[in-house]
């Protein structure tokens, strides 16, 4: 097994495709007509020429009330059917969580997930902080309901006030 992280100007025409073969997120599954970011860094687990776990990483500068917090987003926390319950997700999220504070030094990670998958992240230091927050569309502002979870980096106190991704979300 291989733990990498690139950016994404550094992916190969290979790493490009063998993410392709990952299975996305559910959560694009429930929200077809969302826009996505695009990741700037991904976290690649590797069994020989297989890749079998991604982990998506952007960074942004967002809003909690009035306050601006520099935040570390994962998303498209996937991995392969066939290489399921092994470990894999939870060693690229650790892997991917270093990240954020070495070298990236973002405040927070945020994320979204479904209900059923809190509890999963929550044993990883994650904490649910809201049940929705604001994000950009081609057509605007728009409300995304689903559960928020923040991890403290180089912020500890999750400000109050409502959450704008300010952009695509994650
Ligand atoms: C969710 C998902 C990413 C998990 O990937 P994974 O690589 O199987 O995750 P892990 O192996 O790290 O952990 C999964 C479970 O296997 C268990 N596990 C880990 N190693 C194990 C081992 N050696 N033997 C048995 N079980 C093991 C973990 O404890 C965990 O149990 P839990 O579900 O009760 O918490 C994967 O199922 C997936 O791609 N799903 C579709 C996409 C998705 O829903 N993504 C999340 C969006 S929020």
């Known amino acids: 097994m291989r733990i990498e992280i690139k950016s994404a100007s550094e992916l190969s025409t290979f790493e490009k495709a063998r993410q392709d073969c990952v299975v996305t997120s559910s959560l694009y599954a429930f929200l077809t007509g969302t826009k996505w970011a ?14 079998v776990t991604n982990v998506h990483i952007v960074e942004r500068a967002a809003r909690v009330g009035d306050q601006v917090v520099h935040l570390g987003g994962i998303g498209n926390v996937a991995t392969k059917v066939e290489w399921r319950k092994r470990g894999y997700a939870r060693q690229a999220l650790k892997e991917a969580q270093d990240f954020l504070l070495e070298p990236l030094k973002v405040d927070f990670g945020l ?12 044993k990883l230091g994650w904490k649910a902080v809201a049940k929705s927050m604001w994000i950009g569309q081609p057509d605007g502002r728009t409300k995304l309901n689903f559960p928020v979870l923040v991890l403290p980096v180089c912020m500890q106190e999750w400000p109050e006030g409502e959450i704008d991704i300010c952009g695509l979300p994650w």
Do not use: N
């Open 38 to 51: 695009s990741a700037d860094w991904t976290v690649m687990v590797w069994e020989d020429e297989d890749l």
């Open 111 to 122: 994320m979204i997930a479904t209900e059923p998958m809190v509890p999963r992240y929550e």
